[in-house]
């Protein structure tokens, strides 16, 4: 008969297990007889382990006593238990124990000797049917499992008491680590389930059976947050419920992505556009509609440089362009623009392909704004509004560049102006009436400048303006004049006085003073100080006479700025007589200045220089202090220097603190204040209520208060009865020609009678004649100083003076 097939289109192979070596023999014969191939033949436990591991065959036939070689159902168990071969049995015992022992290695059959072939051919092809059967059932278990990997699920099963849950699968794993499968609670199970409403919808699913479609959140055995999906049914034939159960933590994460990116893009305060490959629009945000106008309807499907950009800034290739941030100009519907950052970029699939684009774009015109007020401020003077030394600067280039390269322009010119009597009106009515005289005279500096000139404020009370184009000096001559005359006009200010300034101006032009920035802003200014110092209310043109003089004044304050620390300063003592009896009352310090290089520098040079620069303060300080010191050493050797008197400027007084530092040097050098007498002169007196504050906490503290060069101001006579003065001194001017003017001697006589009237004592500067000392003491007149008597001398020489007149 023909050959008996396997699935495989193969014949059936199989292996015959038999002691009996003419059994076997017969075995084989049969099985061959009916179209089997026999693989082989084993008469021992060993050997059938043997040959099956090595032919694999379609079917074992068993003996269940191989005698001496063994047991054959253990053989039976190791072949279908490890390598998954069908046995079926041949035995001659059929005895309860040995049946026992068969059943544990599951055969697929089992006959009885003597052997009928006829039944073991029946039992053979029904053992086959249900291997096939098997292998059907294991290949579509197989299959199913498959699926449960690949879709990520484990399987779920609630037992009939609805108390136990097994999960199996995939998802095992990652419910308790390391179990393929594993049995929980119900109760354990919902417990971990984080929504208690959740929860509860579950717990009520389960116990009545009803289908299970739930997502929840779940914490596993080690404290993890995992999203589950479960579905789930009763199958009533079972009365189970069998479901599926998916880690969906990924897909819940990024569907809350997708909220958050949706959240974002409605709400974000930038336009944004969603583009597909070709860059036509998908869909846009809320923000683009507000921004530009436009509705998403009319931009769906048009490329953004159809409808979004100003002339043809759209135009701009887009190849190259993606993740790169751009300033470009947009239009809005209306047709008006705005400025505005744009960055393009790609969105790619999985296959790394670009699927869209996202254009992104914010309007900067507040960002563009506030760069142009920035720049505004930092480019001009607050108060007035005119440009300041950052303009001044850019202007100058500018103007330096466009003279240097364009032959027909010719040069340009530089005003320095510098207000004269600004700084009393400021301190005296207050800085708020200060910063209206300076807008009204910014408003006359524009009125009388020409369209391109350029004014700045460099600060304080100086301008400097840039004349544009001149032909010549001429020219800047006359703008000059018409500056002097619309500055020096009356300005009628809030609180309903009038105030008045004159101005002193300084010319410089390019090229013929300067070339360069720095050196025309020098001469400039070099020319304005020159105007000031003849008179003020002028102009005056740059010159190389006055840069050496600047020069020779430069290097005068930098020796003065080191000359206490040089040891260069000395103070000389000019005695203080009584004309009547001869006696020493005191004497006045005099500030000396002797450079290494260039010798004695008389005091009317370097004392303007002091207080233009500030330097009055650090050499008023010395000065007292070193008169204090002298003072000091006279008492201690016994000496009595009478009163000593030490010259203070305005600026030394204006010091909300300069009553306290007069009283601690007084104090340091263990001196009376009644010793000390404060000169001051008639301009201090115009400073202001500091300076007046100043004069009454000195007076109660002892120190004595002189008017130094009485009558050579311009103060109120009326002043003097609210001052604490005790001394008037009058100036040496009036006595030089006593005996030969009128004039000084009505001044002087003046002088001298209103002190009496108010109580304060007299004092005559520059005595050095008979005649006026004898016309002074006519005018009741005691007190002098001058080469009548003794010139300024040395410390040293006033103390042996003063030794002198004591023997």
């Not at 015959?16 to 033949?41: C, F, K, N, P």
């Not at 919808?201 to 059976?209: H, K, P, S």
């Not at 958050?260 to 998908?282: H, K, N």
């Amino acid at each position: 008969m023909g050959a008996v097939l396997s699935e495989g289109n193969r014949p059936v192979r199989v292996q015959i297990v038999e002691d009996e070596a003419i059994v076997a023999y017969d075995l084989r014969q049969s099985l061959e007889g009916l179209g089997y191939t026999v693989s082989g033949v084993a008469s021992s436990e060993s050997q059938a382990l043997e040959l099956a591991r090595r032919d694999q065959p379609d079917l074992v036939l068993m003996d269940i006593n191989l005698g001496r070689g063994g047991d054959g159902t253990v053989a039976a168990r190791e072949i279908s238990h490890r390598m998954k071969l069908p046995v079926i049995y041949l035995t001659a015992y059929a005895g309860e124990d040995i049946l026992q022992r068969a059943i544990e290695a599951a055969p697929y059959g089992y006959v009885l000797k003597p052997i009928q072939i006829g039944e073991l051919h029946a039992t053979i092809r029904a053992a086959l049917a249900r291997i096939a059967e098997e292998k059907k059932t294991r290949r579509a278990e197989r299959r199913f499992r498959l699926a449960l990997e690949a879709a990520q699920l484990g399987v779920v099963e609630l037992d009939e008491g609805r108390q136990q849950l097994r999960i199996e699968g995939l998802l095992a794993p990652a419910l308790r680590p390391h179990a393929e499968s594993f049995t929980i609670s119900r109760a354990e199970f919902l417990e971990r389930v984080e929504d208690p409403g959740v929860r509860g919808r579950l717990d009520v699913m389960l116990r009545l059976g009803d289908m299970v479609q739930l997502c929840m959140a779940w914490r596993t055995q080690g404290g993890d947050r995992i999203w589950l999906e479960l579905y789930a049914s009763h199958f009533p034939e079972e009365d189970r419920v069998v479901g599926v159960l998916r880690d969906v933590s990924d897909r819940v994460a990024a569907e809350e992505r997708l909220r958050q990116a949706a959240v974002v893009f409605e709400t974000a305060g930038d336009g944004v556009l969603i583009l597909d490959r070709e860059q036509r629009v998908s869909t846009v945000n809320k923000a683009f509609e507000r921004i530009t106008g436009w509705s998403a309807a009319e931009v769906r499907g048009r490329r953004p440089g159809e409808f979004l950009y100003a002339a043809r800034s759209g135009d701009r290739g887009r190849a190259g362009a993606a993740d790169e941030q751009v300033e470009v100009t947009c239009r809005r519907r209306d047709d008006s623009v705005f400025p505005a950052w744009e960055r393009l970029a790609e969105v790619r699939d999985e296959r790394g392909q670009v699927s869209h684009h996202v254009l992104t774009f914010c309007d900067i015109s507040a960002l563009r704004g506030a760069e142009s007020r920035l720049t505004h401020i930092a480019l001009h003077d607050a108060l007035t509004g005119l440009g300041n030394r950052h303009q001044l600067d850019i202007c100058l280039r500018h103007a330096i560049s466009r003279a240097a390269f364009s032959a027909d322009r010719g040069g340009f010119g530089l005003l320095f102006i510098d207000l004269d009597g600004f700084k009393y009106i400021n301190d005296s009515l207050g800085h708020s009436i200060g910063d209206e005289l300076l807008v009204e005279l910014t408003r006359r500096l524009k009125h009388t400048l020409r369209q391109h000139d350029v004014a700045v404020r460099m600060g304080g009370d100086e301008f400097l303006i840039l004349l544009d184009s001149l032909c010549s000096e001429a020219d800047a001559v006359a703008i000059s004049r018409k500056l002097l005359a619309a500055i020096s006009e009356p300005v009628q200010t809030s609180i309903g006085q009038s105030v008045s300034v004159t101005a002193s101006i300084g010319i410089a032009l390019f090229p013929e003073h300067a070339d360069n920035t720095d050196d025309l802003i020098r001469a400039a200014d070099t020319a304005a100080y020159e105007a000031k110092a003849n008179g003020r209310n002028r102009y005056t043109v740059f010159s190389q006479t006055l840069a050496h003089r600047a020069l020779e004044r430069l290097q005068l304050e930098q020796g003065l700025r080191h000359a206490a620390e040089r040891q260069e300063l000395e103070l000389q003592w000019q005695p203080v007589m009584d004309m009547h009896s001869g006696r020493i009352l005191g004497a006045e310090a005099l500030l000396r200045w002797t450079h290494p290089v260039a010798g004695r520098i008389s005091p009317e040079r370097f004392i303007p220089l002091a207080e233009e620069t500030g330097l009055i303060l650090p050499l008023g300080t010395w000065v007292l202090e070193e008169a204090c010191r002298h003072a000091a050493q006279w008492r201690v050797r016994g000496l009595n220097p009478g009163r000593i008197a030490v010259n203070v400027s305005a600026a030394q007084l204006q010091q909300g603190d300069f009553a306290d530092r007069v009283a601690a040097t007084l104090v340091s050098f263990d001196l009376p204040p009644q010793i000390l007498e404060i000169e001051l002169t008639e301009s201090s007196l115009q400073r202001g209520e500091a300076v007046q504050l100043a004069l009454h906490r000195l007076r109660i503290l002892g120190v004595h208060l002189a008017l130094d060069d009485f009558g050579t101001g311009f103060s109120s006579l009326s002043m003097l009865k609210f001052l604490p003065l005790t001394r008037l001194k009058i100036d040496r001017s009036f006595i030089r020609d006593l005996a030969s003017d009128p004039n000084d001697m009505a001044i002087a006589r003046t002088i001298a009678v209103m002190a009496t009237t108010l109580g304060l004592a007299v004092t005559a500067e520059g005595v050095e004649t008979d005649i006026q000392r004898n016309i002074l003491l006519g005018l009741n007149v005691r007190e002098a100083q001058g080469w009548l008597y003794y010139p300024a001398m040395s410390a040293d020489k006033f103390a042996e003076l003063l030794a002198s007149r004591d023997r």
